[in-house]
């Protein structure tokens, strides 16, 4: 996998016509995240902050997955909802 397939995926993630439930979203953002910045580096946010949150758990969920598992995962994860949502 590359970096130029991965930026791909994310164009083709945004020009889904059906926007992803929050928990797929929570899954794509935490893979993002671990292929662009790393584990994650900043503190969970405050309590009222729900979106916040669970964009946090998401990218924590992948903490200490290698750059390129989480490149090849979250390509994947946007054919899945390529699938699903491109009927």
């Known amino acids: 996998m590359s970096m130029v397939e991965f930026d791909a995926a ?3 993630l945004k020009d889904l016509p059906v926007l992803p439930t929050y ?3 929570a899954v ?3 893979l993002y995240k671990q292929v662009t910045i790393g584990d994650v ?3 969970r946010p405050g309590i009222f902050d729900f979106q916040g949150k669970s ?3 998401g990218w924590k969920a992948q903490e200490g997955k ?3 598992d989480a490149m090849k995962e979250y ?3 946007v054919e ?3 699938t699903k949502y491109l009927k």
């Open 10 to 12: 994310a164009l083709e």
């Open 28 to 30: 794509v953002y935490g």
């Open 55 to 57: 964009k946090w758990d």
């Open 41 to 43: 580096n900043i503190q």
């Open 75 to 77: 390509i994947a994860y």
């Open 66 to 68: 290698p750059k390129e």
């Open 80 to 82: 899945k909802l390529k």
């Open 23 to 25: 928990a797929e979203l």
